[in-house]
């Protein structure tokens, strides 16, 4: 089993920044890929960034690409999303995921284990 506890959402104005954490327990972190999705009110929980075990791959949707880093620290067991410049359309429940295969990082149902999600809120 593995557990992951997102950490790092809140309220920021058009323009600035945040960074989630997931921190994870469990089974070895390095073994798996990790990810992001998000999920705005009333719409389908869409990719946001993945991350090969080793982070020498990543994966951006093309909405974030630019604006978003997703990176891991595999001694702390942790993964990171840097979002800069965020727009109110940025807003969403951010959830960290782990455990695919890398050909389908970008499939919600592909993933084996999910956080419970942090919110973002982005003003105008």
């Known amino acids: 089993q593995v557990q992951l506890v997102e950490s790092g959402g809140g309220l920021v104005q058009a323009g600035g920044s945040l960074r989630l954490s997931c921190a994870t327990s469990g089974r070895a972190f390095v073994t798996f890929p990790m990810g992001w999705f998000r999920q705005a009110p009333g719409k389908e929980r869409e990719f946001v960034a993945a991350i090969s075990w080793s982070g020498g791959s990543t994966s951006t949707a093309d909405s974030v690409k630019g604006r978003f880093t997703i990176s891991r620290d595999n001694a702390k067991n942790t993964l990171y999303l840097q979002m800069n410049s965020l727009k109110p359309e940025d807003t969403a429940v951010y959830y960290c995921?782990?455990?695919?295969?890398?050909?389908?990082?970008?499939?919600?149902?592909?993933?084996?284990?999910w956080g419970q999600g942090t919110q973002v809120t982005v003003s105008s």
């Open positions: 995921a782990a455990d695919t295969r890398w050909s389908r990082i970008k499939s919600t149902d592909a993933w084996v284990y």
